[in-house]
């Protein structure tokens, strides 16, 4: 086990964490005012990455390698999308049913899926943003986790169960 003491060049009020195929860890922070962004750590060094690089902005919830090897970061924000040369960022305004993005996950058939706590699940599907939501009540539209089960139905787990 490796650790490392406090240092401005990681957070240490972790909301995210991933490993990724290179074997990078990635961790991001959910708490924006110690600590805004996220950092990749490669071994040896951290590398920060923040809004000057197109990062959505807030706390870190979710972070997600797709299968094409690009992260998704789910923040209080919208969510972002690092695909080694620069950050996608999507918000409402480009469909996402809510900015606060708690699960990333994407299905057999290449579609993201994005819980939101509150605003029920975007499936996005490279162009546009569809919303799944249970009108009038909360506790289902918050969505805590997706996953794919073997015979290809999505879960969601919800404040008010799956």
Same mark, same amino acid.
């Given at each position: 086990?490796?650790?490392? +003491? #406090? ?7 972790? *909301?995210? /964490? ?11 922070? %959910?708490? +924006?005012? =110690? ?25 870190? $919830? ?7 090897? %690009? ?14 040369? *620069?950050?996608?960022? #999507? ?5 996402? !049913? ?8 994407? =299905?057999?058939? &290449?579609? /993201? ?5 509150? &605003? ?14 249970? !009108? ?10 997706? $996953? ?10 919800? %404040?008010? &169960?799956?």
């Amino acid at each position: 086990m490796q650790w490392f +003491p #406090f240092a401005p060049d990681y957070p240490v009020q972790i *909301g995210g /964490m991933l490993i990724d195929r290179e074997g990078h860890l990635w961790i991001g922070s %959910r708490y +924006p005012d =110690t600590y805004e962004g996220i950092c990749r750590f490669d071994g040896e060094h951290f590398t920060a990455f923040s809004r000057a690089e197109g990062l959505t902005g807030g706390g870190i $919830y979710s972070l997600y390698e797709d299968q094409e090897g %690009r992260v998704w970061i789910g923040a209080s924000q919208g969510v972002s999308r690092c695909d080694g040369k *620069g950050f996608t960022t #999507f918000t409402c305004a480009d469909g996402l !049913p809510y900015e606060i993005v708690k699960a990333i996950a994407q =299905t057999d058939n &290449g579609r /993201m899926w994005f819980g939101t706590e509150g &605003g029920g699940v975007g499936c996005f599907d490279g162009q546009v943003f569809q919303t799944i939501q249970i !009108p009038g009540d909360l506790d289902l539209n918050a969505i805590n986790a997706i $996953y794919q089960d073997r015979q290809g139905q999505v879960w969601f787990a919800t %404040r008010g &169960g799956l």
